[in-house]
C-alpha cells in the first residue's frame, strides 16, 4: 500500500522531473519494466507463492510510525476482492486497503495486479485516496498506460539474491517511482499471527528517498507477513501480520460494495485519470441486483439510538420526561437535588440497551446531551459510558460495565442541547476509540455522572462521525 502522502508526492515529482532533465534512468538503467500485454492468460487468477491473491482473503497488519518524532500506531487492512478490472486489454485482480494513523482513516487503496504466464505479478496501477481530519483531500492515481504510467513488478515469479532491481510502477504524474530488489531468502519469521520458514525479503525504495528502505518480507503460501525499514526512512514504519481471514459471503458482500463505491468517486474525482478507464466487473454468476450498495451497509457503520426506542425496564434510578425537540418526543434523564454521583464500578443511575457491532472496526461514541441547570455539586453536564466486549488498539479488555474503566462525555456548563463525545477515558485507560472483539450484540451502559443531566441520542460510529460530531440536532436513522 502506497506509505507516502502529499508532501512526500510533491518530492517525487521533484525529482522525477531532474531525473527526466538530467537523462538519469534508474539504478538498473531503465524507469520501467518492458510490459508485454500479450503474455497474459489467466490474469487476473494471481498464484505466485509469494503473493498469491486469493479473493476473500484479509491480511491486518499493525505497528508504529514516527510522526514529528513521535510514534503512532499504524493499521492497514488489505482485501482480495473477487473483482476484476482490465486494464490494456489485461484482467486484473482488485485489492482494497485501508490505512489507519492512530485509529484515524487516513488512506483507502484500489490496487491492481496481473499475473503473467511466467508467473510475475504485475502492479497495474493504483487509485488512493488521501484523507486529512476524515475529508477527502487528495488522490494521486496512476494507472498503466495513461499519462505515461507503466505497470511494474509487484513480485518476481523467481525471486533470487544477486539478480537486479526493478521497477515495481512508473507513475511520473503523480511521483510513483518504486523499485524493489530481492535482499534475503531462506529466512526465519515471527510475527504475532504465525512463525514462517523460507521467507523472502524485498527492500523497496524510491526516487525520492535514495538511501531510505523499505524491507517486506513474505512467506510462501501467504504474501506479505512484516514491513520494516532500513536507512534514511523518516517514517521508520513498522508492520507485522496480526490476523489472516477468509471472508464469509456477508464479508465479501460488504467489502465488494465497498470497492464499487469507492470507484464511483474514483470517476468523479479522477476524470483525467481513472476516468479513462473500464469499469469495475463483478465475478461470474454475481447479478448486479445481489450486490448491496455502501449505503446499504451503512447501518453497521452508524448506530443511532432514540431514547424514545428503549423501553421503561431498560432505566435504572431514570425516567423518561417529555421534550418536543426530541425525536419521538422523550429524553431520558433525573432531577437536580444538587447531590453527587459516583463512577462506575459503582452503580448509580443508568440506562443500558444493545447493539449490533463489527469486530476490527474502530468506534467513537457521541451522546446528544441537554445540560440542565447546576444545583449544589451538580453542573448537570456528564454521563459515563461502558461497553461489553471492548477492546483497545492493543486488543486489552477496556470499558466493560462493573469496572472503573470507562468513556465520560462531559458537556459545557451552558444549559441547552449539545452534542458531547466520549471523549475522556476513566481509570488508567488511554485512547478514547472503541473496538470489539467479535461480532454481534454488545451491551451499553449509559450512566449518569451528575444529576439534572439527560439525553435523547446515542451514537457509535465508525465512519460519518468518528473524527466530528453530528452538525444536526436529529440524526436521521438510515
Not at 533470487?160 to 526465519?188: E, F, H, L, M, N
Request: proline share 6%; aromatic share 10%.
Amino acid at each position: 500500500m502506497r506509505r507516502f502522502h502529499v508532501i512526500q508526492t510533491i518530492v517525487s515529482l521533484l525529482v522525477i522531473s531532474l531525473l527526466v532533465a538530467c537523462g538519469n534512468k534508474g539504478t538498473a538503467g531503465k524507469d520501467y519494466e518492458v510490459f508485454d500485454a500479450g503474455n497474459f492468460e489467466d490474469s487476473a487468477n494471481v498464484t505466485n507463492q509469494w503473493m498469491p491473491l486469493k479473493p476473500g482473503t484479509q491480511l491486518v497488519f499493525d505497528g508504529v510510525t514516527i510522526e514529528a518524532g513521535v510514534s503512532v500506531p499504524h493499521r492497514v487492512i488489505i482485501t482480495v476482492t473477487d473483482l476484476t478490472k482490465v486494464i490494456d486489454g489485461v484482467r486484473s485482480a482488485v485489492t482494497w486497503d485501508l490505512d489507519y494513523s492512530d485509529g484515524v482513516l487516513v488512506e483507502a487503496e484500489l490496487a491492481f495486479f496481473a499475473q503473467d504466464t511466467d508467473g510475475v505479478v504485475w502492479r497495474m496501477g493504483e487509485y488512493p485516496e488521501e484523507y486529512e481530519g476524515g475529508e477527502f483531500t487528495v488522490a494521486p492515481t496512476w494507472i498503466h498506460g495513461i499519462q505515461d504510467a507503466r505497470a511494474g513488478i509487484a513480485m518476481p515469479a523467481n525471486p533470487q539474491t544477486g539478480t537486479p532491481d526493478y521497477s515495481q510502477g512508473w507513475g511520473p504524474a503523480v511521483g510513483w517511482t518504486d523499485r524493489g530488489k530481492v535482499d534475503q531468502v531462506g529466512q526465519q519469521v515471527c510475527v504475532p499471527f504465525a512463525c514462517y520458514e523460507n521467507v523472502l525479503v524485498i527492500a523497496e525504495t524510491s526516487a525520492s528517498e535514495a538511501g531510505a528502505y523499505q524491507l517486506k518480507s513474505f512467506a510462501p503460501g501467504v504474501g506479505n507477513i512484516r514491513v520494516d525499514w532500513r536507512g534514511e526512512d523518516q517514517t521508520q514504519e513498522t508492520l507485522d501480520l496480526v490476523e489472516y481471514n477468509q471472508l464469509n459471503p456477508a464479508q465479501m458482500d460488504e467489502a465488494r460494495a465497498k470497492a464499487l463505491e469507492m470507484e464511483k468517486h474514483a470517476y468523479q474525482v479522477s476524470k483525467d485519470v481513472y476516468g479513462k478507464t473500464a469499469p469495475l466487473e463483478l465475478p461470474d454468476g454475481t447479478s448486479t441486483n445481489t450486490v448491496p450498495t455502501a449505503a446499504s451497509l451503512q447501518p453497521a457503520a452508524e448506530i443511532v439510538v432514540y431514547a424514545s426506542d428503549l423501553s421503561q425496564s431498560a432505566l435504572f434510578e431514570l425516567d423518561f420526561i417529555d421534550d418536543a425537540v426530541s425525536p419521538g418526543g422523550k429524553l431520558i434523564g433525573l432531577p437536580n437535588n444538587g447531590d453527587e454521583l459516583d463512577a462506575p464500578p459503582e452503580n448509580d443511575p443508568h440506562v443500558t440497551f444493545t447493539v449490533s457491532v463489527q469486530a476490527g472496526k474502530p468506534y467513537r461514541c457521541w451522546i446528544h446531551m441537554k445540560v440542565g441547570t447546576p444545583r449544589g455539586k451538580s453542573q448537570a453536564n456528564m454521563f459515563w459510558v461502558q461497553f461489553s466486549n471492548a477492546v483497545d488498539k492493543a486488543n486489552d479488555e477496556v470499558f466493560k460495565p462493573g469496572t472503573d474503566s470507562y468513556l465520560t462525555a462531559q458537556g459545557p456548563a451552558q444549559e441547552g442541547w449539545i452534542w458531547v463525545g466520549c471523549n475522556l477515558t476513566g481509570s488508567h485507560v488511554s485512547g478514547s476509540l472503541v473496538y470489539f472483539q467479535t461480532d454481534g450484540e454488545v451491551t451499553v451502559h449509559i450512566q449518569a455522572g451528575m444529576e439534572g443531566v439527560g439525553f435523547d441520542q446515542f451514537i457509535l460510529s465508525s465512519a460519518e462521525f468518528l473524527e466530528r460530531p453530528p452538525s444536526e440536532p436529529v440524526v436521521e436513522k438510515r
